[in-house]
């Protein structure tokens, strides 16, 4: 059975760093993308980052580009989002999942989902 598992979330003050790390046990990333989403309270999932599992292309929402950056060891089946400069409005539970063959940054796009960690940034 597939599973992800989100680790590195915490409380950090704001402009500092955390990094998150995603691990597949049951199947692996291969031909699909692997992605992480939050949600803050009272509002809809929204698209951080993705990589292309395969060929290693990057991808970033408008906010997460040149703060975080998205990576992956193929090895260790384990994704990583380094987050830098953080802000209080990046506090959110950060998602990973995985599919997004046709549009990295769709919801709906993605099949297999981690339950979540907590990123909360103090100002």
């Known amino acids: 059975q597939a599973e992800l598992v989100e680790s590195g979330g915490g409380l950090v003050q704001a402009g500092g760093s955390l990094r998150l790390a995603c691990v597949a046990s049951?199947?692996?990333?291969?031909?699909?993308?692997m992605a992480w989403f939050r949600q803050a309270p009272g509002k809809e999932r929204e698209f951080v980052s993705a990589?292309?599992?395969?060929?290693?292309?990057?991808y970033y929402s408008a906010s997460a580009n040149g703060r975080f950056t998205i990576s992956r060891d193929t090895a260790k089946n384990t994704g990583y989002l380094q987050m830098n400069s953080l802000k209080p409005e990046d506090t959110a539970v950060y998602y990973c999942?995985?599919?997004?063959?046709?549009?990295?940054?769709?919801?709906?796009?993605?099949?297999?989902w981690g339950r979540g960690t907590q990123v909360t940034v103090s100002s």
């Open positions: 999942a995985g599919g997004g063959l046709l549009d990295v940054s769709s919801v709906r796009q993605y099949d297999f």
């Open positions: 049951g199947r692996t990333f291969n031909h699909v993308a």
């Open positions: 990589v292309r599992w395969s060929y290693g292309n990057q």
